[in-house]
């Protein structure tokens, strides 16, 4: 039981942070029908302006868990600013354009941001500092670090500050109405361009600080860390119902669950593995996803 109890925590854990990933996802398809595969590489921008702001920061004799709050809004401010100026570069251009030149531009600036993030940072993987991964607490048999709690706790205000944003705030409001019809929103004044800017900007945030937390829970980051888990978090989209906030967070948590039980009782060799097939399994019975799809299929 224990154990069970264990591994569950851990895939709590790990399901929180694709979670975060999946959100940036289902927000941009959401709103302009766009797989944004790009997404991934703010994940790993993310991760890397985190170690140099928190190894900036340390350096000015700051406390660790300070250091860990500034470079987190830090790293979240710059990579929504990165996502703002690919989404003018790179997608604005084609708004009108055929849906294959939009994903061809997609995955080119995938490949370009990974390349930057190589040239700039280096090909070797860049440590984090264990100021706040050394200890926890044990419960029987079950141990919980002090960065798993710091995780769950980081990922539960994020996705409830998400939820309140978009349900309960007057940009919420008009992201919801250019998603659900981007003519009639522009005829009642939203600027749809504004929208699709920040809804960009808030998934890379998020993508951001879920970078930043694989780095302190693996304990370093790397140029490539991107492409894994964005592809489980777009899987996680999926499976949650993509369009759906909900529905991307519930995808998340399972996707999460599923690779560190299939690691811990069957082999971690095969983890992917299972949770690719989870996916292709829902998308057999119920092809829209568990929470169905937030968006309206009649537009083009």
């Known amino acids: 039981m224990d154990y069970f109890l264990q591994q569950l925590i851990n895939g709590v854990t790990l399901g929180g942070i694709y979670a975060l990933i999946a959100l940036g996802y289902t927000m941009v398809y959401g709103i302009i029908q766009l797989i944004n595969f790009a997404h991934g590489e703010f994940f790993a921008a993310g991760g890397y302006i985190g170690v140099i702001f928190i190894t900036w920061l340390s350096a000015q004799g700051l406390h660790p868990y300070v250091c860990l709050g500034l470079s987190l809004l830090l790293s979240m401010l710059y990579c929504a600013l990165l996502a703002m100026a690919v989404e003018k570069v790179a997608y604005k251009p084609l708004r009108y354009a055929s849906r294959l030149s939009v994903l061809l531009s997609a995955l080119g600036m995938s490949i370009f941001l990974q390349n930057g993030l190589m040239l700039t940072q280096g090909v070797y993987d860049k440590p984090y500092p264990t100021d706040l991964t050394q200890g926890g607490f044990a419960m029987g048999g079950v141990v919980v670090s002090y960065m798993q709690i710091i995780i769950l706790v980081l990922t539960t205000v994020l996705l409830i500050g998400l939820n309140a944003m978009v349900f309960k705030t007057r940009i919420g409001k008009a992201m919801r109405a250019t998603a659900q019809d981007k003519v009639m929103s522009g005829l009642v004044g939203i600027n749809s361009s504004t929208v699709i800017s920040f809804t960009f900007a808030i998934g890379a945030a998020l993508a951001a600080a879920a970078g930043i937390m694989v780095g302190f829970y693996y304990g370093s980051v790397n140029y490539t860390m991107g492409f894994v888990p964005g592809i489980k978090a777009f899987a996680a989209a999926v499976l949650g119902g993509i369009g759906n906030i909900t529905g991307a967070m519930v995808g998340g948590l399972i996707i ?27 998308l057999y019975f119920m092809p829209t996803g568990i929470m169905g799809e937030n968006v309206d299929d009649t537009r083009v």
């Open 256 to 282: 999460g669950m599923v690779e560190i039980f299939a690691a811990g009782y069957l082999s971690s060799e095969y983890k992917d593995v299972f949770a690719f097939i989870i996916l292709i399994a829902v």
